[in-house]
Structures are given as C-alpha cells and as structure tokens.
C-alpha cells in the first residue's frame, strides 16, 4: 500500500534539493546584467519560468539505493528583488546594492522518507521553516549562507548552509555554475534524522545512536544552463556530496547505507 503522506514527503525533499541546484545555475544566467540583455529581459521585469525533468536521488539522505522522480518546477521573480516558487519557497531582498543581497525567508525544509533500508520506521515529516539568507557577489565568485528553523512538520531545530559558487558563460547562451557547499545541522534535526532509539534500532537490526549537532554533510556541485532561445532552456545538474561526522556514524549510514552521495538531473523551463 502506497505511503501518499512519505510520497509527498520525498516529492517534496527531492524538489527541493534539485530546485536548489537548479537555481544556482539560474543565478549565472538571471542574476548578470549580460545575461539578462543576452536574453532581452530587462532587470525590474517579472520573470516566470515553468517547466518539468527528471532526477535521480537517494532514498533517504544516507541511502545507497536511489529513485527517478519527475521533477515539476515553478519559478516566479521580480528583478532580484523578489523570488517565489515551491522549493525554495518566498525570498525577498531586503540588501539594495551591486554586491550584496539578503533578507527573509519562508521556504520547505525536507525530512526523512521512510523507504529502501530504512522502510520499516515512520517517516520524519518535513515541513515550513523561516528565517534568512545572505549572500555576496564579487565579478565571478558568489559566497551564500542561509538559516532556517521548521515551525510545522516532525523536526525542529535549525539548519544553516553555507556555499561559494564560481559563476560564468559559456558563449552567449550558455551558463554554469560550480562549488562547494556544506550543511550544519542543530542537535535536535540531526538526531531526528540521523538518529535512532532503541525501538527503532531494534526494527533494523542496529545499534542506537544520537547525532549531535555540527556540519552533517559536504558537496560539491555543478549546474549548466543552456538558453535553447529566448524562452526555452535546459538545466542539467550534478552533485557529489559525503555525509561527515555523527550523520556519517548513523547505523542507517555506515550499516545500511552509505556516506557518499550523489544525484543528477535535467529540467526543462518556458520562460513567459
């Protein structure tokens, strides 16, 4: 019998998580002036893009099996002050200015789906977090940080990630964007996703464990945009990441998963 409530879970996650790639690609292309005139957008236009793909994603963060999932993608913008759409949720910039921006935000921040290794446990629903980002660009380079605490859902606690990419074109219509990242979880997320009780332990055949706070997980990420004309374009992403630390030493890690992870994918957007 289909889980709808860990479905919509997953669904969500995995939008998410690519929309997150998607969009640091989208930078290289929507946040320079050569691009916009490449693209004939003018800075202070509404912008919205729709469109679909495809991704492959691990079950559960830690998981060594992996899901294809469609991937729908809304995106709605005005100039770079304003940005709305279901993964990263509602950013508004508050920070005038060439370099900097940042200001609040209202976003999904996923859980942990209860599937492949782990099935057997109740899925840790995700759910609405607040709280704010920042980020600075200087000529190619952009550095990014953002903090959220969920006010709905399983978890609580905070998140912060934190990222540099390096950002170019490609011709007139090509756009990429490569870097780092890494994740920094509270004690109280991490252990709700990481850790285990001595029931649930008992259920896979494990150890219990606690996960403390600290960074969770490293990667390293590259996103290629492709302008097919001034309203059609493609988004191919990639992401190799490594679980650190106590989310690492989590049984449904080292004992039924793995540590490094990856996903891929590919959308295609219509730009009105």
Known sequence: MVDRRGLVSLLFRTVALSAVL??????????SREAMAAMQMPEGAWRVAAGAGVGLFPEYSGA?????LPLPFIDVAWGNRVRINPAQG???????????DGGPVIRYLGGRSARGAISDLDTVRGGAAAGAYLRYSLG???LRAEAVSPFTGDTSGTRVSFGANWRGL???????????????????????????SEADADLLGVAPHEAGSGV?????SGTLVWMIDRNWSLTSFVLAGRLVDDAAASPIVDD???????LVGLIGLYRF
């Not at 690609?25 to 929507?30: E, I, L, P, T, Y």
């Not at 969770?216 to 390293?220: A, Q």
Request: no cysteine; charged share 20%; net charge positive.
């Open 64 to 68: 060594s099996t992996y899901r294809t």
């Open 170 to 196: 490609l011709g007139p219509r090509a756009f990429y964007a490569v870097g780092p990242s890494a994740v920094w979880d509270s004690s109280n997320r991490a252990d709700r996703l990481y850790g285990l």
């Open 90 to 100: 509602v950013r508004l910039d508050v920070l005038p200015g060439r370099r900097w």
């Open 256 to 262: 039924l998963g793995n540590r490094n992870q990856g």
């Open 140 to 142: 190619p380079i952009q």
């Open 216 to 220: 969770v997980s490293v990667r390293l």
């Open 22 to 31: 998607l969009l640091t690609g989208q930078a290289a292309a929507s946040d």
